[in-house]
Each structure stands twice: as C-alpha cells, then as structure tokens.
C-alpha cells in the first residue's frame, strides 16, 4: 500500500516512516531534512511541489503530520502559525482530492490535530471526549481546530476521506529539546557529564496526558486502516500525571543531585492545569491499546539524551 507521509523528518514522522516501512508500506515522505532515504523537502504553500508529490506518490493514505507545533513559538508568530497549520492544511487536502476527481482512487487522509483543541477544562470534564466542542487557548490550537474544521466541512460539501486524530502529549527519543520532557533529560545528562547541578523549568504542576510516540504512529497506522471516515479520535493513554512526577522519574533514572528551580519564562500565559482523555472510541473502532509503559520511554529518553552529549 502507498502512503504519502509529511513532516517526515520531524519526531513523529520519523517513528512513523519506520513503522511504514517494517510493515511492508510504499513510502513517499515529504519534509526533510531528514534520516529517511525517500524524504524531500516540500512547501505546504507550493501547491505545484504538492501536485507534483502526490502524483507521485499515488497514495492510498495521505498522513498530514507537517505543522507549526510549538505552542511558545505559535504565540509569537500567530500568522505563521495559521498559514501553515490551516491554509496549508486546505491547500494539501484540495490537490488530494483534485487527484482523485482524475481518475484515482481517492486517499484516506489522516490529519493529525492535537488535544490542545479543547482548551482549558475543568476537572469534572476529564476524560476528555470527542463530542466536546473545541475551545483553544492558544494560536497552535487554534489553527489545529480551524484546520479540523477546514477538512470536515470540504469533505461533507465536496467529498473526501478524512479521518482526525487528536493527539495528547507524547514522548519517545528524538524529541526536540524544546519540549519539556526532552529538555529535562537533556539537563540530567550534561549533569551526568559533569555540568552544574542546577535545572530552571516551567510550570511542574500541570498534569497532562502523556503516551510513547512508537505508540502514537502505531495509533495513526490503526486509524489510516480502520478509522471511520469523518470521525475524530483521541490518541491518549487515559490519564494523567503531573510535570514535576516525570521530572522525579528522570531524576531516578539519571541518578545525579540536582537543584531545580523554577523559571518564569518557561511559564505558558494560558497553560492548561489538567488534560487527560478517554481513548474508548479509538480501541472500540481499532482494537489499538498503549505497549510501552511510562519507564520505558523515560529510560529510552534519557538514553538518547546521553547520545547526542556523546556520553
């Protein structure tokens, strides 16, 4: 089966090119750079470079993963952030469905959102579902509702194949440094290396929904295959655990002193206290359930982080 995938060269897209790839898929990623031998790099705003990479791909799944994802970033170039995570979206959707109106089967498309749609909710709304209506609270997830909406209202006025997954937080190695959990490990190992024994972090207190991204691409593989077409699903392990409890992990699996202090910059104006989902519609539809328990992908991450400081 051919699979176009971009954003191949980010954390997802990788893990998701290898998983394609094991199970025997045609693989068209677009994205680069990156450690993918069949990525090349492509404009979301070039919509001939698009055309181009779709014929020839020939895909029976598009997988949408190219984004703006740093909330921080999205804050302090909104415009940026929506041309790419809206318009690009519309753009990529309307050449796939225009392939398909020249003769060719029409592809699934699978759009990776993000939970951070829901916005701030309280307690008594956890877990989180599908039918609530979204409430973003920052530009990222703005644009990935508005890009929600975009696809769901094209394909039901003018066809197509859309299949959504909302994404809650996910960790693995190859994380950017920019995210917190990543930035963590990084800091234990240049203490392991000998660095100052002093970490600055954000908001410890924040609770979120946290899955293995070798978990997260398994659950995209799922939905691409068995997924119901205009539905929305949660990708989520179902609960929640507190920023400052996988800090502490870390911490045991590093096994270094450590002063930690807090940061008032690396505080988020509209962080959300508590997020955590129901994933009941994404087993019940694809019999997919989470594999790599929490100290696994915190050992694997810390591990990586030793790697890239060559310890």
């Known amino acids: 089966m051919n699979a176009l995938v971009t954003g191949a060269g980010g954390f997802v897209g990788r893990h998701l090119v290898e998983l394609l790839l094991e199970q025997g898929w045609n693989v068209h990623a677009l994205g680069g750079p990156s450690d993918v031998d069949v990525s090349s790099r492509v404009d979301l705003a070039d919509e001939a470079a698009l055309r181009d990479a779709v014929e020839r791909a020939q895909p029976a799944v598009v997988f949408h993963l190219a984004a703006r994802s740093f909330v921080p970033e999205s804050i302090g170039a ?18 796939v469905r225009a392939y398909a109106r020249g003769g060719k089967t029409m592809p699934r498309f699978l759009f990776t959102s993000s ?17 609530l209506a979204p409430a973003p609270a920052n530009p990222y997830a703005a644009s990935k509702a508005a890009a929600e909406a975009i696809l769901l209202g094209e394909m039901h006025t003018s066809g197509g194949d859309v299949v959504i997954a909302r994404a809650f937080n996910h960790i693995g190695p190859g994380q950017s440094e920019r995210f917190a959990v990543a930035s963590f490990a990084r800091d234990l190992a240049r203490i392991a ?36 077409s205009g539905e929305v699903y949660n990708v989520c ?9 996988l800090l502490g992990r870390l911490i045991a699996i590093a096994r270094v002193p450590v002063e930690v202090r807090a940061d008032p910059e690396r505080m988020r104006p509209s962080d959300v206290p508590i997020s955590f989902g129901s994933n009941q519609r994404l087993r019940e539809r694809t019999g997919w359930a989470p ?17 890239r400081i060559g310890l």
Do not use: C, H, W
Not at 237 to 245: F, H, K, N, P
């Open 78 to 95: 909104p415009l940026d952030t929506y041309a790419v995570n809206a318009i690009g979206t519309a753009r990529l959707f309307a050449v």
């Open 115 to 131: 939970a951070e749609v829901y916005g701030a909710r309280p307690a008594a709304d956890m877990p989180l579902v599908e039918s």
């Open 193 to 228: 290396a000998g660095g100052e024994q002093l970490m600055f972090v954000g908001n410890l207190d924040a609770m979120r929904d946290v899955l293995d991204v070798r978990d997260v691409v398994r659950a995209y593989v799922a939905l691409a295959k068995d997924g119901a």
């Open 237 to 245: 392990r179902g609960s929640a655990i507190a920023m400052r409890d």
């Open 291 to 307: 594999a790599i328990v929490l100290s696994d992908s915190l050992r694997d991450i810390y591990d990586d982080a030793r790697k």
